[in-house]
């Protein structure tokens, strides 16, 4: 538990960094008048600087803890003074005068925000996270670098989140790097608030918020070092953003909507589908009044931001969007990305679209852990066009995550790919439901029922996943047991921990690869095809120096590749797969290999 705090406190100290470097980057466009836009602006424009700083660090060989640790601290103190501003004649709240429903979305929210901490603090364990979302930036901190990493075609996506996680790295560990997605996630809520709250009052935002934040769909992803909750905080900042020019601000306000467009294309490439349909709703939204002068105020700062991704990629791959515009390096890596992708969602046909809602609503599970989405997002975000006074941005907002849907539907229908689009779809759905409640009794009922049944339903899940955290948080578990009950293969990577000497360079036949204590890389077709000969294999072996092997005792493929460098079988191992940590799901053990390679001639 003291280490938790400790973890806090230091994520405490990098928003306060964040804050900082933000004000500084933002001097030039002087106060809105809004304090509370001011400091998530800031916030938001300084982890997207300090991200970039660590881009250009690290292709300059200096990521060292030793040049990190003094600039956060600076960043920080400069972060003190700007809250401090921010905060200064702020009144509390008068929670006596708030209405009972109001009190206890306040105390659902706390509760969420804490549980989000709390879950945090405990070792990553979620599949991506110790394949590539934390293991690529341990990879670079090791290094010093930030170096191409060609067994692993996802490092080539923009990488704004994972250089987050690395500023953790560099700060203490991989716990402390999880915390940055976190902070941008409860960003992302904090966002969704103080918008609702200038457009339709307390009410709204309060449901809102707790819409966008309290479920257990959310509770996993800010918990899970995923980009996600990241692109949900800048879309959420660009969409504010926007709205505020459309109401009146300067033009200071169309600028940082596209910066938070570029910022969003900066974080993956399903993003970049975001940032485009924002930018297309910017379009529809300003073109009565277009100029040259306002497509440069938001077109600048989002290419601006975006471009460093694209730029690295056309110089080390020949292709901006590897391998999204010109294909992969080789058709067995196409292939194993493509089954991969194919394993979400129920189709790609006209029939599949028109269920698609249904389908998100009663057969969610294909769409990976759609399951765990409020239905209320999908249920009531329409019925925000029963409120007169909203029906105009409600309807242009619907387009926008229509659109969006329609991207996501034609690509890879992973749930998690949704949730840059929540920050609207809460809004939406809040004012739905208010606009529902108004309906007379049975709209009230409808909209109270409803909403305190999912609301409670998604309390119970929530509590059932964080509960497996419980244990070693409170230091009744050790983190080995507590990595063995949650991270697939973990049986085999306590073995090589266990055996292998500190030197030793590994080659993995699954992904989970964040905890290996040596050095290791996953065995993918990206790093060597399975029909690779003799000389190929050999030479992938130099390239990389590896000491040895671990593979599932199916893999013959891999077993004859070994054959062609002579390597021997040192032991064996059973491991399982964890279908499910909510649900306590453990899969079929599966027998593994380890091999040692010869040194190489």
Request: proline share 5%; net charge neutral.
């Amino acid at each position: 538990m003291a280490e938790c705090l400790v973890h806090v406190a230091l994520a405490g100290a990098t928003a306060l960094a964040w804050l900082g470097a933000g004000a500084a980057v933002l001097a030039p466009l002087g106060s809105s008048g809004d304090r509370a836009f001011d400091v998530l602006n800031r916030l938001g424009i300084g982890a997207v600087a300090f991200a970039l700083l660590t881009f250009a660090a690290g292709w300059l060989g200096m990521l060292h803890s030793a040049a990190y640790v003094p600039l956060l601290t600076a960043a920080a103190v400069c972060g003190v003074v700007v809250l401090a501003r921010s905060i200064r004649g702020t009144r509390l709240p008068r929670l006596r005068t708030w209405p009972v429903w109001q009190l206890a979305l306040a105390a659902l929210i706390v509760v969420y925000a804490v549980f989000e901490v709390f879950v945090t603090c405990a070792p990553i364990s979620s599949a991506d996270s110790l394949y590539y979302h934390a293991t690529v930036p341990e990879l670079f901190e090791r290094e010093g670098r930030i170096e191409e990493v060609p067994w692993m075609w996802q490092s080539n996506q923009p990488f704004t989140v994972e250089l987050l996680v690395l500023d953790g790295f560099l700060l203490w560990d991989s716990v402390q790097g999880a915390f940055a997605p976190l902070l941008l996630g409860l960003g992302g809520g904090a966002t969704v608030f103080v918008a609702a709250h200038r457009l339709a009052g307390r009410g709204v935002a309060l449901l809102a918020t707790a819409l966008f934040l309290c479920q257990p769909f959310a509770l996993w992803l800010l918990t899970s070092t995923f980009v996600e909750p990241a692109a949900a905080f800048t879309v959420a900042l660009a969409v504010a953003n926007l709205v505020r020019y459309v109401r009146g601000a300067g033009t200071e306000a169309l600028v940082l909507a596209g910066a938070f467009t570029g910022a969003t294309a900066g974080m993956k490439y399903i993003a970049a589908g975001a940032a485009a349909v924002l930018a297309f709703g910017a379009l529809v939204v300003l073109w009565r009044r277009l100029s040259p002068r306002l497509v440069a105020a938001f077109g600048v700062p989002a290419l601006a931001v975006a471009l460093p991704w694209y730029v690295k990629n056309a110089i080390l791959k020949g292709d901006p969007g590897y391998p999204i515009l010109f294909g992969f390096d080789n058709e067995e890596e196409r292939a194993a990305a493509w089954e991969t992708f194919d394993n979400f969602g129920q189709g790609h046909s006209p029939l599949d679209l028109l269920l698609l809602l249904p389908r998100l609503l009663a057969d969610a599970e294909l769409f990976n852990r759609a399951e765990y989405i409020t239905p209320l997002l999908i249920l009531f975000a329409p019925v925000a066009l029963l409120d007169s006074r909203a029906r105009r941005f409600a309807g242009i907002a619907l387009a926008c995550v229509a659109a969006y849907l329609l991207v996501w539907f034609s690509s890879v229908q992973d749930a998690r790919y949704l949730f840059p689009a929540m920050p609207v779809l809460a809004v939406l759905a809040a004012v739905g439901i208010l606009a529902m409640a108004r309906q007379g009794k049975l709209g009230c009922a409808l909209a109270i029922v409803g909403s305190a049944s999912a609301f409670a339903v998604g309390g119970v899940v929530s509590v059932a996943y964080a509960s497996r955290f419980v244990p070693y948080l409170v230091g009744r578990q050790s983190e080995a047991t507590f990595l063995r009950e949650n991270v697939s293969y973990n049986e085999s990577v306590a073995w090589l921990n266990a055996n292998l000497p500190p030197e030793s360079v590994v080659v993995v036949d699954h992904a989970f690869l964040l905890h290996i204590e040596p050095d290791a890389l996953t065995w993918t077709s990206d790093a060597l095809r399975t029909t690779a000969g003799p000389a190929e294999t050999r030479e992938f072996v130099r390239r990389y120096g590896v000491t040895h092997a671990i593979i599932f005792e199916s893999s013959t493929y891999r077993e004859r590749q070994l054959s062609y460098v002579d390597a021997r079988r040192i032991g064996r191992l059973l491991a399982r797969p964890i279908s499910s940590r909510t649900r306590h799901e453990v899969g079929a053990p599966r027998r593994m290999e380890v091999y040692k390679l010869p040194r190489s001639r």
